[in-house]
């Protein structure tokens, strides 16, 4: 059963001003919520449609929560009814506590920087892409779209609990501080930049920003003086750009 | 004036069995409209705020309209309230005639064929990447989204009306005459496979057919016979599988 408190918290936790506030976040299905306790995320409560708990994956989820000492709510028709959720109730939700990373606690090699993605499915399919080449590091400008908006946790598909996410406050600063103490370079894609390379890097410790600018705008004026390289994806067609998700894969694929 | 007649018909577009008798689609919004007029797509009629007619682009677009031949209908705020569309009205729309395109029409050189893509975004973005690295043929199985719906058209940003869409009654049929007819090769993307090479062709006029499964099923079983070479995109992190059009994208920039 659940609490009314419960079901105002999570249908709260909906909207960006609450999930700051609270710290925390929800991840809606049986994948989202698996990968949450797998990668050890901290995982305050599962939330269970009561009527599939003896299902074989419910059962294995049950007991993986169990596991990593996660409480496990059930609940009924009428809760699910109350709940919010991106789409219909997907059988099973948790709340989740976002990590506050500081760039401090970077553990350095590549970073993708990102200029104010506004799309969920894009800023999703980047960190899943970015988890999927082994790149560790996410840095978010403070005008892109909430990491942990429901629709880019679930477009990330699990791997935004594989991936360390930091939202900058000041990208610029952000961006200036890592070429200072760290000594990264600075490589932007752009329009009018050299062909992008077949090779990016020497090896996967180097330290390298792979920035990224809005689906509209590109990057700000403010970050031009300090991008090191500018490269392009060579096109034949007529297109007039790419999709920031695909020219974000297609420099990733490359690191 | 718009008639209440043309309206409806507006209206019945939003919905596949409508479009698929009519032959016609909705392109939404300025950019989009441009690039129909300017591909020489069949552009029947073009819908616009009245109150906006003055601006600079929407009277380029007037111009535009008059050079191809296009009717321009003008509506009031009472119209607007009656039109539906993906989000608030854009402005301007065009009633679209949807070109019959058979495989006998083939322009050659390399073809991208999906197996049942779902999602809207997925298909016009990889159109729209299609289009920018140069490769005009896109065949599509019979199960996947009508490429005329409007979140599909609106996604690939214009490169619909610069790229043959192909919309197959039987993919296994249509991909087993392409090979024995105009000898071409099947590559897919797979999970298993070769590590996909830097570089997928000798030159831009190579017979190969670059065929990208489902996103939650892969490649149907009955296809795996008509397949010449299966690549995988090599990765190094742990998540499980690459967004499809993010996939297809790395494949078409090594093309």
New interface residues.
């Given amino acids: 059963m659940l609490t009314l408190a419960t079901i105002k918290h999570i249908n709260e936790l909906q909207q960006k001003k609450h999930r700051a506030a609270a710290h925390e976040f929800i991840v809606e299905g049986l994948k989202g919520v698996q990968e949450a306790l797998e990668n050890e995320a901290e995982v305050l409560l599962v939330v269970m449609d009561g009527n599939i708990r003896d299902e074989a994956d419910m059962q294995a989820l049950i007991k993986l929560a169990g596991e990593h000492e996660a409480q496990v709510e059930f609940c009924g028709r009428k809760d699910i009814g109350q709940i919010k959720t991106t789409d219909t109730f997907p059988g099973v939700l948790a709340i989740v506590s976002s990590p506050d990373i500081g760039l401090d606690q970077i553990s350095f090699g590549p970073i993708v920087a990102l200029d104010g993605i506004k799309d969920p499915?894009n800023l999703g399919?980047i960190i899943?892409?970015?988890?999927?080449?082994?790149?560790q590091n996410i840095l978010l400008a403070e005008d892109t779209v909430d990491p942990y908006n429901p629709k880019v946790v679930r477009?990330t598909?699990?791997?935004m609990f594989?991936t360390s996410i930091f939202e900058s406050n000041s990208l610029e600063t952000s961006l200036a501080t890592l070429k200072e103490k760290y000594g990264y370079r600075v490589v932007s894609l752009e329009m009018k930049g050299e062909p992008l390379p077949?090779k990016l890097l020497k090896n996967?410790e180097e330290n390298v920003i792979f920035l990224f600018g809005s689906e509209s705008h590109g990057v700000r004026p403010g970050l031009e003086k300090l991008i090191d390289v500018r490269y392009t994806?060579p096109?034949?067609?007529?297109?007039?750009?790419?999709?920031v998700?695909?020219a974000a894969?297609?420099v990733m694929?490359r690191v």
Same sequence: chains 1, 2.
């Fill in positions: 499915g399919t899943r892409t970015a988890d999927w080449f082994g790149i477009s598909m699990g791997s594989r077949q996967l994806i096109g034949r067609g007529q297109a007039e750009s790419l999709n998700a695909v894969a297609i694929s």
